[in-house]
């Protein structure tokens, strides 16, 4: 049994994603890898992860397109004259530590103009986990993305939301969606590492995050 890869990615963008990885990476004592960073401009996704997740810079891989612009990868590498090679996108090895990998927006980002993250995704075989907002319109988003994933027969490991309390919701994503609850990160006011690692530690397991083969 070799130590889990897991890529984290959400519905959409916007949903506090990237707050999620950093408190999962502490979490797990993982690594943390974002492939593709669209924008440039103040701090980027991995800054916001080190810093959130306490993480040491030996715990940080690199990304292998820094774009500067904050949009699609596909419009912002057009805009940067740059091509994103999707047969570079191979899972670094991390060692004996566990690795949490960061997609950008949603499953069907483009990266080009024939590939879509979820085809990344499906070629790494790696368990997913999904992360959902619980505002109105999460369920559609959460129940296609589930469906997106199964007909790739991409393994999600569950489902993780950020948000205020929605029972309703949540409820008929994991019934509907047939998918496990990994617990609920709230809005967390002030924001730093030690308000997300107390928050992280309430609202999730570390044995639900267990390596499975």
């Known amino acids: 049994m ?4 897991i890529v984290v990615t959400g519905t959409d963008a916007g949903i506090g994603t990237t707050i999620f990885c950093a408190g999962l990476t502490n979490l797990l004592g993982a690594s943390y890898w974002k492939p593709i960073q669209a924008g440039l401009e103040g701090e980027t996704d991995t800054e916001l992860v080190a810093r959130l997740g306490s993480l040491t810079s030996d715990r940080i891989v690199p990304e292998l397109y820094r774009l500067r612009t904050p949009t699609s990868p596909h419009h912002s590498a ?6 994103i090679d999707a047969d570079s996108l191979n ?4 060692g004996e530590r566990q690795l949490v990998i960061e997609g950008a927006g949603g ?7 024939s590939t879509l993250y979820i085809d990344i995704f499906e070629r790494w075989r790696l368990p997913i986990v999904l992360c959902a907002s619980t505002a109105l319109g999460t369920i559609n988003q959460s129940l296609l993305s589930i469906e997106a994933l199964r007909k790739r027969h991409i393994d ?15 409820r008929a994503i994991c019934e509907m969606g047939r998918v496990r609850w990994l617990g609920r990160l709230p809005w967390i006011a002030p924001l730093s590492s ?7 530690n309430a609202s999730f397991r570390r044995d639900d995050f267990k390596p499975w083969r």
Do not use: W, Y
Not at 107 to 113: C, N
């Open 78 to 83: 057009e805009i940067d004259e740059v091509r």
């Open 194 to 200: 030690d308000t997300l690692q107390a928050a992280f």
């Open 91 to 94: 899972v670094p090895d991390t």
């Open 156 to 170: 999600i490991l569950g489902i993780a939301f950020v948000g205020e309390k929605n029972p309703e919701a949540v």
């Open 2 to 5: 070799r130590l889990q890869q």
């Open 107 to 113: 499953l069907m980002v483009p990266l080009s103009g």
